[in-house]
């Protein structure tokens, strides 16, 4: 939500069967990365498919203030010119990133190794989310910044004059933190590597290859892997296409597990397996989904989803799995208040630090909802109850797009209406969202009161 702007809540009742095709959105991820990487590299860098949602919109501007060219040909086409590794120009006024923690950090690495000046805000959402995870970090390239107290926006990195590759183990299972420093990496003089234990989204390694970067991935005993990139490479100017985000089809596709008589196909979503955990557990829960017409399409494995209404079951979702749906358990915890008998949910810490804290609002949510639901320090358990969850309520979202949509789809299949305090910062990843579901034949109205 922009200043100023009001909240604009919605409500979701129990719907008749949702039919069609549920196209959504472009990968918020790989959108942000295609920005990014096409403005460090040389040439022109043509993007299809791009998501064009204010997370995005933001980076675009990040990357013009950096002096990147960056142009919208038609809906999704998008054509950057960028500066080279090692070529921003500094910005001459205050990045303001919206809502987007990926958008910010990845921005944050790109820029840190360069001798330039930026500073870093955000909305109120994004002025609370730990920063220090990325910034401690790259001072070993040798970047200095300062932040408020708690490692918090507004941020100003200086980056040095002469950048030296590291060596750097992310001890928190986020892929932006390690993407930042892959970044940085790009004009850090030698080899950096880069040590992650937990299985995150390599989005940034596979881009980085397509785009020419000397990039190599080891494996590590007892799980994990090691990231090397070569500095001061130049980067070669690449086409993207964008798939569809797995993380929005989620949304969609919940909804047709859940409201009786569904059937619908979501064409060409991202199977990047390690962005797939939530397709996984539906179907350990019992969901139909198929996965047809799976093919490659830029780099990335795509697949048309067929899902049809499901009588679900609970399950325990193994705490390994939670970097590939880290995004997606707000859904799955509505999927699971449906389901028949307990669903277990842990290793969910990062859950805390996201747009709110997720763990909270869902909780929160569903017990306004009726639902039977512990909340754990890392994670919830929620004991389903099929055709049985109440709604009759008014759910806060606290400027969070991922609580606002899965309470709506709560809404859906609750006994009575479930609305939203405010539906505005869909836009941040979705802004299709509403016209979708309704054209699903989901039942939204704006509420009296
Ligand atoms: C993202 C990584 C995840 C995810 C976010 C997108 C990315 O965040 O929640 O929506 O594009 O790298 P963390 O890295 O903080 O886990």
Redesign the pocket.
């Known amino acids: 939500m922009k200043p100023g702007e009001m909240k604009r809540p919605l409500a979701a009742r129990r719907s008749g069967p949702l039919c069609g095709i549920a196209a959504g959105p472009g990968d ?3 959108s ?2 295609a920005l990014i990487l096409g403005a460090l590299a040389v040439g022109e860098t043509k993007i299809s498919g791009l998501l064009e949602a204010e997370d995005v919109l933001n980076t675009a501007a990040a990357m013009r203030a950096f002096g990147a060219e960056v142009v919208r040909d038609a809906a999704g086409d998008w054509r950057v010119w960028g500066r080279g590794v090692g070529g921003f120009d500094e910005p001459k006024d205050v990045l303001d990133f919206g809502n987007s ?2 958008g910010s ?2 921005v944050m690495g790109a820029m840190a190794t360069t001798p330039i000046t930026a500073v870093f805000t955000g909305d109120e959402s994004l002025r609370k989310r730990p920063m220090g ?1 990325v910034l401690e970090p790259l001072s070993k390239f040798g970047a200095e910044w300062t932040a408020r107290e708690g490692g918090l926006m507004p941020v100003t990195i200086r980056g040095p004059q002469d950048a030296l590759a590291i060596e750097h183990e992310v001890t ?8 930042a420093l892959l970044l940085a990496a790009l004009n850090a003089a030698g080899r950096s590597r880069i040590t992650q234990r937990a299985l ?2 390599d ?2 390694e596979k881009m980085l290859k397509a785009f020419g970067a000397e990039i190599s991935v080891e494996p590590l005993k007892g799980g994990g892997e090691t990231v090397s990139v070569l500095g001061e490479v130049e980067l070669k100017a690449a086409n993207v296409d964008v798939p569809r985000d797995p ?1 929005s089809a989620a949304f969609p596709l919940v909804a047709a597990l859940l409201v009786p008589g569904s059937e619908i196909v979501i064409p060409a979503v991202l199977l990047n397996s390690r962005r797939t955990g939530l397709f996984e557990t539906l179907k350990e829960m019992g969901a139909a989904i198929e996965i047809a017409k799976v093919r490659e399409s830029g780099g990335e494995e795509v697949g048309d989803l067929v899902v049809r209404a499901s009588s679900l079951r609970g399950v325990e979702v193994p705490a390994e799995r939670a ?1 590939s749906m ?2 997606e358990y707000p859904i799955l915890a509505i999927a699971a208040a449906f389901a028949e008998g307990r669903t277990v949910m842990r290793g969910l810490e ?1 859950l805390r ?2 747009e709110s804290d997720r763990l909270a609002a869902i909780v929160a949510g569903l017990k306004a909802c009726g639902a039977n639901v512990e909340e754990l320090a890392d994670g919830m358990i929620v004991e389903g109850r099929p055709g049985d969850i109440s709604g009759g309520a008014r759910i806060a979202t606290h400027m969070d797009h991922r609580i606002a949509m899965s309470f709506l789809v709560c809404g859906l299949a609750a006994k009575e209406r479930v609305s939203v305090d405010d539906v505005s910062m869909i836009a941040t ?1 979705f802004p299709e969202f509403e016209t979708l579901m309704r054209n699903l034949g989901a039942d939204f109205k704006v509420p009296n009161k």
């Open positions: 918020k991820s790989i942000h990365r923690g990926t950090r990845l995870r928190v299972a986020s892929a932006q933190v390690k993407s995150t989204r989005h940034t993380s970097p880290i995004d990062e630090v996201k990843s």
